[in-house]
């Protein structure tokens, strides 16, 4: 046997295997080793202190060395970090460096972005089927999960609501033409039913799983874990919503193997710079616009746009063309704050457009008189 077999070897039975060690993590971490420090990945976080699971077993750690102002630099759920192998109290001393991180914006005036889960390789996004679909949500989900580098996945749980097969399957096809190029799976957790795929899906790597109150997450997560972990309330029969059943991110081991982090129910998911993920969402409209007549053409009024033609043909929905804009301008608005040269181009592109439809609307009332 030569040394890389062994070396995988050696890794595959590592106490951490289960939560994702692997070669890659074990050459990331060999500097901190070296130091004496201990290798573990982080499973909650809260009030500066986070839960982190060691090859010894899970350590309470304080997170004031490694906290920066940065707040896309803190300890989060899902990171893989050096922890100090004593000390009361203990210390994280290092974070590796992320694969992948979930971001969306803070509810701040100013452009900060909120770090949901580091490290993850499947995004699961939870939609109800027991109120109306709320496409436009469905989307600002996948943007800001294609946006991290991870893979999305939808579910759409509490199948077992929508008795009528015919009307399921126009649902399905409603989310599928929605999110092109992504997995949309049914679900019912209470019933069993269609849990098969998502369960191979989510047994290897690292799943998180996200969506709104009263989607069904914490009833989805105890069916995936094999046991009731997570507290589950009943959601509202007025509009479907429920009460923030989990209150942090946890980082909980898979019977089947792989590893799931558990979110609370998101009211608000703003982009933080997610415009490859926005872009990715809507390739079917960025492919449209490689044929408009100017490259940098936002689809409103421009001659020989692409776009708008296949919203005319039928080819494209205008609710879809609506929801793109829509996501683009937030996204160009959040970049913004912190560039000021980009907020002056963005606010003079934007007295241009309003100039030109100004003068649109001119001209149409001269033909009218």
Known sequence: ??????????????????????????????????????????????????????????????TAFVTPHDPLR????????????????????????????????????????????????????????????????????LALAWESGAQPVVVLTKADLVPDPVTLAHLVQDVEAT????????????????????????????????????AGKSTLANTLLGEVVLDVRAARDVDGKGRHTTTTRNLLPLPGGGVLIDTPGLRGVGLFDAEAGVGQVFSEIEELADGCRFADCAHHSE????????????ELPVRRLESYRKLVRENQ?????????????????????????????????????
């Not at 997995?183 to 799943?207: Q, Y």
Request: net charge positive; proline share 4%.
């Open 303 to 314: 001659p020989g746009c692409a776009v708008r033609l296949a919203v005319e043909n039928g």
């Open 74 to 141: 803190v300890v989060c759920t899902g990171d893989w970090v050096a922890v100090e192998p004593g000390g009361n109290p203990r210390y994280v001393r290092a974070c590796l460096p992320r694969r992948t991180a979930f971001v969306r914006s803070t509810s701040s005036k100013r452009s900060e972005g909120q770090i949901l889960a580091a490290n993850v390789d499947h995004a699961v996004v939870a939609v109800s089927l027991a109120v109306e679909l709320d496409l436009g949500r469905v989307e600002r989900f």
């Open 179 to 214: 999110a092109p190029g992504v997995p949309v799976l049914t679900v019912s957790a209470l019933a069993g039913e269609g849990l098969d795929v998502l369960v191979a899906l989510v047994g290897s790597g690292t799943s998180v799983l996200l969506g709104q109150s009263g």
């Open 333 to 369: 608005w959040i970049v913004a704050k912190t560039d000021a040269r980009l907020r002056a181009e963005i606010k003079k592109d934007w007295k241009k457009k309003g100039a030109e439809g100004r003068a649109a609307m001119e001209a149409k009332r001269g033909r009218w008189e």
């Open 1 to 62: 046997m030569n040394s890389s077999s062994l070396s995988a070897s050696s890794v595959s039975l590592h106490p951490l295997a289960p939560y994702g060690w692997d070669e890659a993590w074990a050459t990331e971490f060999a500097p901190y080793a070296a130091e004496g420090l201990l290798a573990g990945r982080v499973v909650r976080v809260d009030r500066g202190q986070c839960d982190v699971v060691t090859a010894g077993g899970t350590l309470r750690a304080d």
